[in-house]
């Protein structure tokens, strides 16, 4: 629980740094279809490292339920896979990094499953 609280903070905290670094230095570096990329990073970035730290505080009531990290883990997985290669994307405008985004997104979907079985277990 303590690892998904850590790693919910330092995505947090690398979403809003991403996210300043965006508006202010890359708005007139970046194309205007470019930077609705790089904003989608940041949006999807910022709502699974809240859900990280969510995560964190659920282990915590759960005692440490495995399902649960489990779950933290594919969340972090998918900001990694799919922010990370909008970031990507966006900064090089190489095309082909945009296949590794479902990645992310189905990792993010895998981890939603596992903390809907987790809940639906410990009832």
Same mark, same amino acid.
């Given at each position: 629980?303590?690892?998904?609280?850590?790693?919910?903070?330092?995505?947090?905290?690398?979403?809003?740094?991403?996210?300043?670094?965006?508006?202010?230095?890359?708005?007139?570096?970046?194309?205007?279809? #470019?930077?609705?990329?790089?904003?989608?990073?940041?949006?999807?970035?910022?709502?699974?490292?809240?859900?990280?730290?969510?995560?964190?505080?659920?282990?915590?009531? #759960?005692?440490?339920?495995?399902?649960?990290?489990?779950?933290?883990?594919?969340?972090?997985?998918?900001?990694?896979?799919?922010?990370?290669?909008?970031?990507?994307?966006?900064?090089?405008?190489?095309?082909?990094?945009?296949?590794?985004?479902?990645?992310?997104?189905?990792?993010?979907?895998?981890?939603?499953?596992?903390?809907?079985?987790?809940?639906?277990?410990?009832?």
């Amino acid at each position: 629980m303590n690892t998904l609280l850590l790693l919910g903070g330092i995505m947090m905290f690398l979403a809003v740094a991403l996210g300043a670094f965006g508006a202010h230095a890359l708005k007139a570096k970046l194309s205007e279809d #470019m930077m609705k990329v790089y904003q989608t990073g940041i949006q999807y970035h910022l709502i699974h490292g809240i859900g990280l730290l969510l995560l964190g505080v659920l282990a915590g009531q #759960m005692n440490g339920s495995s399902q649960v990290i489990l779950a933290g883990w594919f969340l972090f997985a998918g900001i990694i896979l799919f922010s990370g290669s909008l970031y990507a994307l966006s900064l090089s405008g190489i095309r082909k990094l945009g296949a590794i985004t479902p990645l992310g997104g189905l990792a993010w979907l895998a981890g939603w499953a596992i903390l809907i079985a987790a809940v639906i277990q410990s009832s």
